[in-house]
Antibody, heavy 121, light 109 residues
Framework: EVQLLESGGGLVQPGRSLRLSCVAS????????MSWVRQAPGKGLEWVSA????????YYADSVKGRFTISRDNSKNTLYLQMNSLRVEDTAVYYC??????????????WGQGTLVTVSS | SYVLTQPPSVSVAPGQTARITCGGN??????VHWYQQKAGQAPVLVVY???DRASGIPERFSGSNFGNTATLTISRVEAGDEADYYC????????????FGGGTKLTVL
């Protein structure tokens, strides 16, 4: 059974940093790209970032480019999101999602339960 | 960047058919995926590649994609189908390829 468990969320002041983790089980992490998707309170889903299975390719939404860094440690079955220079508008539940690629399309076939990040002074 | 447009809300009586649209420029040339998110829960993939049902999803859920509109159709709607539904594409020509629609709240009357 595929399971994704996020951690690392919490309350942080604007301008500070936070690192999220997502531990994967039930599949071989290195065989799959992974992604982070966030959802601000009462709002819709927003794709944040993605990383290839090897970690060699990364992608970011414009809203986080230059501030967030996605990475992975396949030996630890763990995906990370390093968030720097946090802004109030980064407040959201952050979901870790397993990526399934067919041809040129990507879908998110499994999701974690999410971790809440609140940026406030 | 690529934009997906969904109606904010759709209402339907139990037993009727709900249709949730997702508009995008020539979206018919892309593969569209749909997610269901019930209150307080994580999203769940329900339909992928326009019309394939994900594992465990009832046959009542179907999808289509032509021209500038993709549609998620839910037949014989049940109270348990009440949720937010999101469409998603991957715009591989973009530097920021992940795109979600704004979401549609399905209310079962």
């Amino acid at each position: 059974e595929v399971q994704l468990l996020e951690s690392g969320g919490g309350l942080v002041q604007p301008g500070r940093s936070l690192r999220l983790s997502c531990v994967a089980s039930g599949f071989t992490l290195s065989n799959y790209a992974m992604s982070w998707v966030r959802q601000a309170p009462g709002k819709g889903l927003e794709w944040v970032s993605a990383i290839s299975g090897s970690g060699g390719d990364t992608y970011y939404a414009d809203s986080v480019k230059g501030r967030f860094t996605i990475s992975r440690d396949n030996s630890k079955n763990t995906l990370y999101l390093q968030m720097n220079s946090l802004r109030v508008e980064d407040t959201a539940v952050y979901y870790c999602a397993k990526v399934y690629i067919t041809g040129t399309t990507v879908r998110f076939d499994y999701w974690g339960q999410g971790t809440l990040v609140t940026v406030s002074s | 960047s690529y934009v997906l447009t969904q109606p904010p809300s759709v209402s339907v009586a139990p037993g009727q058919t709900a249709r949730i649209t997702c508009g995008g420029n020539n979206i018919g040339s892309k593969s569209v995926h749909w997610y269901q998110q019930k209150a307080g829960q994580a999203p769940v993939l329900v339909v992928y590649d326009d019309s394939d049902r994900a594992s465990g999803i009832p046959e009542r859920f179907s999808g289509s994609n032509f021209g500038n509109t993709a549609t998620l159709t839910i037949s014989r709607v049940e109270a348990g189908d009440e949720a937010d539904y999101y469409c998603q594409v991957w715009d591989s020509s973009s530097d920021h390829p992940g795109v979600f629609g704004g979401g549609t709240k399905l209310t079962v009357l």
